[in-house]
């Protein structure tokens, strides 16, 4: 695709969807840590349940899981690297001419520009222009 457009949630589920990749590298960096242990507990069920040695080879499995969580974590690197890249990436705020979405229009580009994520526009929906009369609304005349 050329174009993707995520069109988020509120501020709130924008935040966390720009903190995935990072929340995801930890839990990849704890299984990873955890990997000795999970194949001590691996090997002891193997032997417990009584499926015979050579069957299933632990140091294949193992280095096949490891080779899975290093590649699933390059790919979570470069999907943050991507939102981080302003030629790739263009956020656009959108919010309404009120108090509090001014305000999480303000936390959301400060969480943003921490982030190193490119805002690029921001638009302000519900505005009425005198130059574009609704059909529901009279017609404003303008005096001198």
């Given at each position: 695709?050329?174009?993707?457009?995520?069109?988020?949630?509120?501020?709130g589920?924008?935040?966390?969807?720009?903190?995935?990749?990072?929340?995801?590298?930890?839990?990849?960096?704890?299984?990873?840590?955890?990997q000795?242990?999970?194949?001590?507990?691996?090997?002891?069920?193997m032997?417990?349940?009584?499926?015979?040695?050579?069957?299933?080879?632990?140091?294949?499995?193992?280095?096949?899981?490891?080779?899975?969580?290093?590649?699933?974590?390059?790919?979570?690197?470069?999907?943050?690297?991507?939102?981080?890249?302003?030629?790739?990436?263009?956020?656009?705020?959108?919010?309404?001419?009120?108090y509090?979405?001014?305000?999480?229009?303000?936390?959301?580009?400060?969480?943003?520009?921490?982030?190193?994520?490119?805002?690029?526009?921001?638009?302000?929906?519900?505005?009425?222009?005198?130059?574009?009369?609704?059909?529901?609304?009279?017609?404003?005349?303008?005096?001198?």
């Amino acid at each position: 695709y050329d174009i993707i457009v995520f069109d988020t949630a509120p501020t709130g589920h924008t935040l966390k969807l720009l903190q995935l990749p990072q929340a995801l590298q930890a839990g990849i960096d704890k299984l990873e840590s955890w990997q000795g242990k999970a194949w001590d507990v691996y090997q002891g069920f193997m032997a417990a349940s009584g499926i015979q040695k050579g069957s299933i080879d632990p140091r294949e499995v193992k280095q096949t899981v490891a080779s899975k969580l290093k590649a699933y974590k390059a790919s979570i690197e470069r999907l943050g690297n991507m939102l981080r890249h302003p030629q790739q990436t263009c956020f656009v705020i959108v919010c309404i001419a009120e108090y509090l979405s001014v305000s999480e229009s303000r936390r959301l580009l400060a969480e943003l520009q921490e982030k190193r994520v490119s805002a690029s526009h921001l638009i302000v929906n519900q505005l009425v222009s005198e130059c574009a009369p609704s059909a529901h609304m009279p017609k404003v005349e303008a005096r001198n």
